[in-house]
């Protein structure tokens, strides 16, 4: 039996030998790996070149379906917030991780202009307006109607997709 945590692992500490950071994803179902990654940011110049989305994008391609619901995916560290918003995207069955912030942060920082992980859950809580990231609304007619286009064009459902029943 393959230790997903341990091939995860591997995966990210290669991925530090090569030049990368120290986070990696693998993605499992039914006892295989649908996909994996490493995070590729200081590689491609990418800033969402994280593992998880490199990942999901792999498996969800490979699969024919933006849902994971059957899958396990295995991350290094409990996901950023871009990262765990993809993932409840993508609805797998279960996300596990192998270390909290609170143990790598003496090792490792993520800190960006407007963004600290240690802050971000409160200030993505705010109201856009309130937000260190400055953001204007610009509201324009023609927007919504790209909406209703959508809506008519999918038989008024308001729905945008629909999530397949697991096989469990």
């Not at 971000?120 to 286009?149: G, T």
Request: hydrophobic share 35%; with cysteine; glycine share 4%.
């Amino acid at each position: 039996m393959t230790d997903f945590a341990q091939r995860t692992i591997d995966l990210a500490r290669r991925n530090v030998a090569e030049g990368g950071r120290p986070f990696a994803t693998v993605i499992v179902r039914d006892g295989e790996v649908l996909a994996e990654s490493a995070n590729k940011v200081a590689q491609t110049n990418d800033p969402t070149a994280h593992a998880e989305i490199l990942a999901i994008r792999q498996a969800c391609r490979k699969l024919g379906t933006e849902h994971l619901v059957d899958a396990s995916v295995y991350v290094m560290a409990h996901p950023c917030p871009m990262c765990l918003g993809s993932l409840y995207y993508c609805s797998p069955k279960e996300v596990i991780f192998l270390i909290t912030r609170e143990s790598y942060e003496q090792y490792y920082l993520d800190d960006r202009k407007y963004f600290e992980v240690s802050t971000f859950y409160d200030e993505f809580s705010k109201s856009w307006d309130q937000r260190r990231l400055p953001m204007r609304y610009q509201p324009r007619d023609a927007a919504v109607e790209v909406y209703r286009l959508w809506n008519e064009r999918n038989g008024g459902e308001r729905k945008s997709t629909v999530i397949p029943e697991t096989s469990s």
